[in-house]
């Protein structure tokens, strides 16, 4: 049985120190109550320490929201797996607002090569893919979504595709408050993420890898997601800003 994960986005938010750690406080004790669930926070690089020491007796995990795939070097403004070893658990590749702001330097090749980076260092990786708005309308989706993941999982290891968490996030979904319908996603994730990964790793492997869902997720709708067969969990951004992510978090067990 795959266990529920629930990822929190914090995007470019919540990046001063004391605004992370009074945020944290409050909710890490009642997080910490909820059983059968894992739950990762994926604040700004900027209050990754201060956070990481404040987790380090929890079981709440730590991630971060990007990462380069050299360990080191000439990369003015980059962060590298070994930086983000010593802080944290997870770290989010390939998010859409990256790929889009940088299409150059976060394409499916530089993202392959920062999940080898991530496994090499100890970290899990949390690979973002998704369709746009046109391809969606168009129909594309699981031509779009099932080239990512192939080219995402290219040459890993089995145990490494099995450790790994895929976050699908249809981009027309993210930030909107139009979250995709519960049944399209699951037919998304069961029927192109896990058959891609089944084609290229066995059943097995494709049955042990955890598939969260993302876009406009909250309180009010995770139930729903949660309820389908193929979905493991929420990749949440806006809502797991405020202190009823403790809710959402209630709501995925
Ligand atoms: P959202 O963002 O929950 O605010 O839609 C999700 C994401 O971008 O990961």
């Known amino acids: 049985m795959r266990k529920p994960i629930i990822a929190g986005n914090w995007k470019m938010n919540l990046g001063q120190v004391d605004a992370a750690v009074k945020f944290v406080r409050q ?6 109550e909820v059983e059968g669930v894992d739950v ?16 380090t007796a929890s079981k709440i995990g730590l991630g971060a929201q990007t ?15 070994p930086m983000l070893a010593e802080m944290c658990q997870y770290v989010i590749l390939g998010h859409s607002e990256q790929r889009a702001s940088a299409p150059e330097h976060v394409n499916d090749e530089t993202i392959r090569k920062r999940i080898g980076a991530a496994f090499e260092h100890g970290l899990i990786p949390i690979v973002c893919v998704g369709e746009n708005l046109e391809q969606y309308r168009s129909g594309a989706t699981d031509e779009i979504v099932g080239k990512q993941v192939a ?31 519960p049944t399209d996603a699951n037919r998304v994730i069961g029927l192109t993420i896990r058959k891609v990964v089944s084609d ?12 969260q869902y993302g876009g406009s997720v909250n309180a009010e709708n995770i139930k729903d997601f949660m309820a ?14 405020k202190t009823s992510f403790v809710d959402l978090v209630r709501q995925a067990v």
């Open 151 to 181: 080219k995402a999982t290219e040459g890993l290891e089995a145990g490494q595709v099995e450790g790994m968490i895929i976050a699908y996030e249809p981009i027309w979904a993210i930030g909107t408050g139009e979250a995709a319908s």
């Open 27 to 32: 909710i890490r004790p009642l997080l910490s």
């Open 228 to 241: 389908m067969p193929d979905i493991d969990g929420a990749l949440v951004g806006g809502a797991s800003l």
């Open 67 to 81: 990462m380069h795939w050299e360990a080191g070097g000439a990369h003015t403004g980059e962060i590298s797996g």
């Open 200 to 211: 290229m790793y066995g059943e097995s492997v494709a049955q042990a890898m955890r598939v």
């Open 40 to 55: 990762v926070l994926c604040p700004p690089f900027t209050v990754l320490a201060p956070l990481a020491e404040m987790l």
